[in-house]
């Protein structure tokens, strides 16, 4: 079998391998992240009100429907 096809594959390799060592050796700087605190910041933000999360209008005053998944278009009453 000739392999001398597989050659264009060379180049990547050599890219993505240069790629993968250089982000290893540049994230050896980067610091430690304080549990204690990363647990605070995502603690608040958890209890921040999102804007999605609040129904406003007559949406509101209904209660919300549980989907099943399925889509029901009504009968024409035919």
Do not use: C, Y
Not at 3 to 19: K, Q, R, S
Not at 36 to 53: F, I, N, S, T, Y
Request: avoid cysteine; charged fraction near 25%; charge should be positive.
């Amino acid at each position: 079998m000739d392999l001398g096809i597989l050659w264009w594959l060379a180049p990547p390799v050599v890219v993505t391998l240069a790629a993968i060592a250089w982000v290893m050796w540049a994230g050896k700087g980067g610091g430690s992240v304080d549990p204690e605190v990363a647990a605070e910041r995502m603690a608040r933000a958890l209890r921040k009100e999102h804007p999605g999360q609040k129904v406003t209008g007559p949406a509101a005053s209904r209660p919300r429907d549980r989907s099943t998944g399925i889509a029901v278009r009504p009968s024409r009453g035919e």
